[in-house]
């Protein structure tokens, strides 16, 4: 069975300043992974996903994540915070046998100071 | 494109009712997904369809039941709700039922059950 750990359920960051959320996954199969952001009383959106190639991943909103085999992280990271990334985030992972079941992390919830 | 659409947005039950949580899709999706949120545990999946006829458990299923209608609409129904199942529920949708596709989510159903 997989698992995903999200280490800190709320981050705070000033506007401007760089953004990381951790993940952390286990699985006992090459992963696909998930980042996915849910803006209040809305459903979740897909941020980026890493399934084959390039561990280097680029999403929307100019979040990027890297897959790092040896550390079973996919850290979530933006150079710069708007006021528009306060939202939750969520890490998740899905394996090729096990169909598309999503497993989630318990989420990060951002909240961007002016 | 509507995308995943849910009904209704809200619902407060008593302990005992029934109720049946309708999903629709228009994005001519094959798989079609369950989840409820609760607050630090992430999305947990509650059932699934991989394609039009079949439905399967996911991490989650006590309490509830699915039909998958056709392959627009994927209902999820709890015959004698519960407080436990106070929750949010999302339904979501996927090309197909292979793990690296991308899911769709709806914009939610917040149950409360008194």
């Known amino acids: 069975a997989q698992s995903v750990t999200q280490l800190g359920s709320h981050v705070s960051v000033s506007e401007g300043a760089l953004v990381l959320l951790r993940c952390n996954y286990s699985s006992s199969v090459p992963p696909y992974l998930f980042w996915y952001v849910q803006y209040p009383n809305q459903g979740l959106q897909l941020l980026l996903k890493?399934?084959?190639?390039?561990?280097l991943v680029k999403g929307i909103n100019g979040f990027e994540a890297e897959f790092k085999k040896s550390e079973t992280s996919f850290h979530l990271t933006k150079p710069s915070a708007h006021m528009s990334d306060a939202a939750e985030y969520f890490c998740?992972?899905?394996?090729?046998?096990?169909?598309?079941?999503?497993?989630f992390g318990g989420g990060t919830r951002v909240l961007v100071k002016p | 494109n509507a995308g995943v659409t849910q009904t209704p947005k809200f619902q407060v039950l008593k302990t005992g009712q029934s109720m049946t949580l309708q999903c629709a899709q228009d994005m001519n999706h094959n798989s079609m997904y369950w989840y409820r949120q609760d607050p630090g545990m992430g999305l947990r999946l509650i059932y699934y369809s991989a394609s039009e006829g079949t439905t399967d458990k996911g991490e989650v299923p006590n309490g509830y039941n699915v039909s998958r209608l056709n392959k627009r609409e994927f209902s999820l129904r709890l015959e004698s709700a519960a407080p436990s199942q106070t929750s949010v529920y999302f339904c979501?949708?996927?090309?197909?039922?292979?793990?690296?596709?991308?899911?769709?989510f709806g914009p939610g159903t917040r149950l409360t059950v008194l």
């Open positions: 979501a949708s996927s090309e197909s039922d292979r793990g690296n596709n991308e899911q769709f």
């Open positions: 890493y399934t084959t190639g390039a561990t």
């Open positions: 998740a992972v899905s394996v090729i046998a096990a169909g598309n079941k999503l497993t």
